[in-house]
Every structure is written in C-alpha cells, then in structure tokens.
C-alpha cells in the first residue's frame, strides 16, 4: 500500500527499521534509554542537548534511510 503510493509519487520508499530512532542523539551517537525521560522530550545523557523527541527520531529515521539507500545502490 505506501510503495504503490510512493511510485505512484515518483518517491522512493524505504523500510526502516525503528530500533534504538527513538533514544539515539543523532549528533553524538549517544544512544541510552535515559535519553527519553518522556514521551515528548528528548535529552541527551552525554552532551545534554535537549529537543522533541519526535524531531530526533525524524532525523535517525531520515539518517538509517539514507545509509540503506546509499548501500542498495552501491550493490
Ligand atoms: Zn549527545
């Protein structure tokens, strides 16, 4: 269903796997459960950024696409 809606986009769609989007600091590699205190917020256990927590997963979910695209596309 959305890979028949991103062709039909002209968009790329890429399976990501969700593990560890929504702990990991994408900046600094921190990954901890200590990094979501909640539900909402998002802060960094080893260089203390603070942020939404669905901004940070956003990024690693955009980051893990990226690199799996990058490595079907060397195969
Ligand atoms: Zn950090």
Redesign the pocket.
């Known amino acids: 269903m959305l890979t028949a809606k991103a062709e039909k986009a002209g968009r790329e769609l890429i399976a990501v796997n969700p593990a560890n989007t929504s702990r990991t ?1 994408p ?2 590699g ?1 990954c901890a459960k200590g990094n979501r205190p909640s539900q909402a917020v998002f802060t ?1 256990q ?2 203390s ?1 603070t942020g939404h927590a669905d901004t940070v997963g956003a990024i690693n979910v955009l980051r893990a696409g990226t690199a799996l695209r990058q490595t079907a596309h060397a195969a």
Do not use: A
Request: hydrophobic share 10%; with cysteine; net charge neutral.
């Open positions: 600091y900046h600094c921190h960094c080893q260089c950024f």
